[in-house]
């Protein structure tokens, strides 16, 4: 662009770092997010989630959350984007008390939790050891009206099993089932793992036989769909 005399603007800028949060690469979003007031470019909302996204992408939870600590200088409020951003870099680095505290900032922000945030938020506790935490931010969703999907779910069972609470683990097996939300992987390993702290040799093979079936079913759609 500079060869070819066209300036840069803030779609320019914001398409650069978004192909940059995409593969993770967090440096160059950054260098890019420094080169826009040379370019009198003035960054917007998504300049900032996207960089942050990327940076969250890199592991880089600290600087996610720097970020969004400059916004309100730049005249900016932060959006749900935004903070699942910031949720998810916090879970990434395995510090629950912050993921916690940027999700209690949001209603002050009118901001609106969606489900990408509480299974950021879940997952975090769930890294972090606090089942408890995990349960209760799970028991929140339906009075904030949002649906828990299977990460959640996952997530939760999975800090119930890591905590030794085989019991809860596998209550919330089934009210996925009462909820028609669809078990993965994930969510059967960790049910399975449950069983085992609890000696119930017979409901782990049950689960590990629903977990087969359901994988061979899946196969099935999917080779309907290319007949």
């Known amino acids: 662009m500079t060869e070819a005399h066209v300036a840069p603007n803030e779609i320019t800028y914001n398409a650069a770092i978004s192909a940059c949060e995409k593969c993770g690469q967090w440096q160059p979003a950054l260098t890019l997010l420094c080169m826009m007031p040379e370019a009198r470019v003035v960054p917007d909302e998504i300049t ?4 942050m996204s990327a940076c969250e992408k890199g ?3 600290q600087l996610a959350l720097n970020l969004m600590s400059l916004m309100p ?4 409020v932060p959006s749900d984007f935004t903070y699942n951003a910031a949720i998810s870099g916090c879970e990434k680095g395995g510090r629950w008390q912050l993921a916690l505290n ?3 900032q949001m209603p002050e922000a009118r901001v609106v939790p969606d489900e990408i945030t509480y299974s950021a938020a879940v997952s975090a506790c769930e890294k972090g050891g606090q089942w408890q935490q995990a349960l209760n931010l799970l028991s929140l969703m339906p009075e904030a009206m949002v649906v828990p999907n299977e990460i959640t779910y996952s997530a939760a069972i999975s800090a119930c099993e890591k905590g030794g609470q085989w019991q809860l683990a596998l209550n919330l097996l089934n009210l996925m089932s009462e909820a028609r939300v669809v078990p993965d992987e994930i969510t059967y390993s960790a049910a399975i793992n449950a069983c085992e702290q609890g000696g119930l040799c017979a409901v782990a093979v049950s ?8 994988s061979l079913n899946f196969l099935v759609e999917v080779r309907q769909q290319k007949i």
Request: overall charge neutral; hydrophobic content about 55%; aromatic content about 10%.
């Open 59 to 61: 592991g880089q939870w």
């Open 207 to 214: 689960l590990l036989g629903k977990q087969s079936a359901g």
């Open 73 to 76: 200088e730049a005249m900016l």
């Open 48 to 51: 900032f989630s996207a960089a």
């Open 102 to 104: 940027v999700l209690s």
